[in-house]
């Protein structure tokens, strides 16, 4: 049986790449509160494109963050990548 978290995550990325992208926020959510590591990664994803929500650089750095902390293997690289556009736009 599938976890909340799980459950959440594969809704939300279903709303994700159908371009429902107010609906996978929603779900993101619901799936990061309970620490679904690939949720942080998609919110910080949303957050780096303005999928869905307004482009926001410091809430993705945030988001890749926390996902970097419960072990997510693309957060660090994505995390620094938003790093160095920040750093272009200075």
Same mark, same amino acid.
């Given at each position: 049986?599938?976890?909340?978290?799980?459950?959440?995550?594969? *809704?939300?990325?279903?709303?994700?790449?159908?371009?429902?992208?107010? %609906?996978?926020?929603?779900?993101?959510?619901?799936?990061?509160?309970?620490? *679904?590591?690939?949720?942080?990664?998609?919110?910080? *994803?949303?957050?780096?494109?303005?999928?869905?929500?307004?482009?926001?650089?410091?809430?993705?750095? *945030?988001?890749?963050?926390?996902?970097?902390?419960?072990? %997510?293997?693309?957060?660090?690289?994505?995390?620094?990548?938003?790093?160095?556009?920040? %750093?272009?736009?200075?």
């Amino acid at each position: 049986m599938k976890s909340k978290s799980e459950k959440g995550f594969e *809704d939300a990325e279903r709303a994700y790449k159908a371009g429902a992208y107010k %609906n996978a926020l929603l779900w993101f959510k619901k799936a990061a509160e309970q620490g *679904d590591h690939r949720a942080l990664k998609r919110l910080g *994803d949303m957050y780096y494109y303005g999928y869905g929500v307004e482009e926001d650089y410091g809430k993705a750095l *945030d988001y890749y963050q926390a996902a970097q902390a419960k072990g %997510n293997p693309e957060a660090e690289r994505l995390y620094e990548q938003v790093l160095h556009v920040i %750093n272009l736009s200075i």
